[in-house]
């Protein structure tokens, strides 16, 4: 089955850039009706979508965070990553990467249903001085 | 932005009982909703999407409800291996999530 591994620096110090590694196996990055999603937590709050990529390269971003992530995907490495620069400690948290994937469609509304169907188990970046 | 709010945070009930977990968005998103539960260390697993299509592989014990604002996530004859953070997320524009349920088996 598929699954799903972050990778990348646990510390970052502020002001500079978070870069992460989500690599798949079992399974294909280029495969359709799949987005590729990244979500954060920090501690003793909510999920946060960050954002996700069709392996066509279009992207989705939270518009809270978009001026300052990149999520991109390299379909020869089988992986998708994560950049966020200019960071502070609010950025601190474990960042997931998960497989959003067409589960329903009603085609009489034209509505297309999602869901996170594979998760990685999630990594924890610091960012602290 | 949709907001989604989740109650209770957190609740204690005993093996076999009937557990409701409540999520309401801040406006209607259809059917636009999915549940997850989430264990600590692990990687979160998806239960119930379309707020009612229950996931293959998904005991038949969870079952989930509502369209418009307001969905449960329901689980019938709680075991103990159900403890777990359950959160809901809405996928009618960007993705949002609730703020997380925590369920303990007494």
Redo the contacts between chains.
């Keep these: 089955q598929v699954q799903l591994q972050e990778s990348g620096p646990g510390l970052v110090k502020p002001s500079q850039t978070l870069s992460l590694t989500c690599s798949v196996s079992g399974g294909s990055v280029s495969s359709g009706f799949h987005y590729w999603s990244w979500i954060r937590q920090p501690a003793g709050k909510a999920l946060e979508w960050i954002g996700r990529i069709y392996v066509g390269g279009s992207t989705d971003y939270n518009p809270s965070l978009k001026s300052r992530v990149t999520i991109s995907v390299d379909t020869s490495k089988n992986q998708f990553s994560l950049s966020l620069n200019s960071v502070t400690a609010t950025d601190t948290a474990v960042y997931y990467c998960a497989r959003d994937t067409l589960v329903h469609r009603d085609v009489s509304n034209y509505h297309y249903y999602y869901a996170m169907d594979v998760w990685g188990q999630g990594t924890m970046v610091t960012v602290s001085s | ?1 949709i907001q989604v709010t989740q109650s209770p945070s957190s609740l204690s009930a005993s093996a076999g009982d009937r557990v409701t977990v409540t999520c309401r968005a801040s406006q209607s998103i ?3 909703l ?1 549940w ?1 539960q989430h264990k600590p ?6 239960l119930i ?2 707020a009612s ?1 229950l ?1 293959s592989g998904v005991p038949s014990r969870f079952s989930g409800s509502g369209s418009g604002t307001d969905f449960t996530l329901t689980i019938t004859s709680l075991q103990p291996d159900d403890s777990a953070t359950y ?1 809901c ?1 809405q ?1 009618y524009s ?7 349920t925590k369920v303990e088996i007494k």
């Design positions: 932005d259809g059917s636009f999915n997850y260390g692990k990687a979160p697993k998806l999407y379309a299509s996931q959160f997320q996928s960007s993705l949002t999530f609730g703020q997380g």
